[in-house]
């Protein structure tokens, strides 16, 4: 009887190994090294900048993503003077043959660094650029190549060169704005019936533990309350990533399916997710300025010929500015990458990578039932915990 119990307990278990087997290994390490130098049309970084979008090109298509080239011309300012310089989005396209309304989703995060020491290039934007190839990577070898997920909807990755906001000062047009206006717009025929929202990544690898790290200025109290409050608890350490939405509706569903699927995983963290909705009737000038140098803000803003056409999108952030920046830990020398990702800031960056994958597979995309006939790679260790299972079971007759 108890052998009979044990070996359908073996059964049951090896089919939820079967039913298990997303691949969800995050390799965040070996793409971060891709972007530990400053990438900046200037002299000195010109060169490490055509790198990383040379890496990101080849990234996306060896993923099986339909790769295309947003060219623009922008200025930025170096300390030869302000020049006009060429930028290239980079656009990963997942297509789908049929949408809906709300289906297509938009991945986004810079890969151009400014110039200045802090945070650093591997900061802002390398950690945020690193964390968009591998969801694009784990998304697409889950939907493309694994045959455990059929994707439904278009789901779009992109590599935002140039953040001249983030530069120092110059009226160049940074290349969010030039994605919004002149390539997804079209894209989505003039239209945001079918737009589900856009997710930008930007600085997401500091994470403070140092009591009153974290900005607690009246402007952030009156714009986020729950979170100020929450920090205040937590003694204003910086130690949660921000989700900043607006209250729309879209925005708020993607909100809430990227925050059950970061919080679906309930190892114990030292960090946590701060849900950070704008207060709604906000206009888009009157948001904490630190929060509107990013990507997001040509989304909120967005404005085709003269008329507000605000689109859904979730800024997921450190909240950078506000953030006080960890101390060098090579005391003032120049540090190798590695020496600033401690284990803790990697758990913190794979968790947002997990958060983001499996929403978009969830979203996107259609889990397939197993099929154990024929892939051996998933049957082999269940069969294994079958027969050691059995085994187990004589022994305890
Ligand atoms: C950028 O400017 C250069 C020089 O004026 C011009 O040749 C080029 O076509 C422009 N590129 C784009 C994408 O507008
Ligand atoms: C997604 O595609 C699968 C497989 O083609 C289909 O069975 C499912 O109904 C689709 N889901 C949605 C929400 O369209
Ligand atoms: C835009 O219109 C074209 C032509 O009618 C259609 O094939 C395409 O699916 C539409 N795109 C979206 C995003 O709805
Ligand atoms: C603005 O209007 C012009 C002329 O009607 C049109 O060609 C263009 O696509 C519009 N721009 C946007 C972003 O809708
Ligand atoms: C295994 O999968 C391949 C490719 O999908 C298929 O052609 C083949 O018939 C399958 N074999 C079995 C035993 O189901």
Redesign the pocket.
Known sequence: MRRLALGLLAFALGASLVAADIDMDVEIKEKLQHFSEYRFPSVRHEANWIKAREYIETEFAYYGLRVQKQIFNTTVSTIDGEKTVEGVNIIGVAGATS?KPNA?VVVGANYDSNTRENPGPLFNNGAGIAALLETARLFMHNVKWSGHFKQNF?TIFVAFDLNTKEHDSGPGVPGGWHFVNEWLWN???KTD??FGGAFVVDSIMNINQEPNSQDTSEIFRSMFPETFNSMAKNGNKGNFIGVVAPSDEKSKNLKDQFVGNYRKDRRKRPFRLEDMTLPSAINHNQIISELTTQETIHFWAFNPNGTSRPLPALLITDTEKLRAMPPNPCSGKVCPPKAWLTDEREEFLVATVKGLTNTLLRRQATRLPAQPDNSSKATLPSLFTVVVLLLLGRFYQ
């Open positions: 949408n297509i278009t894209y989505l025929n019936t079918n």
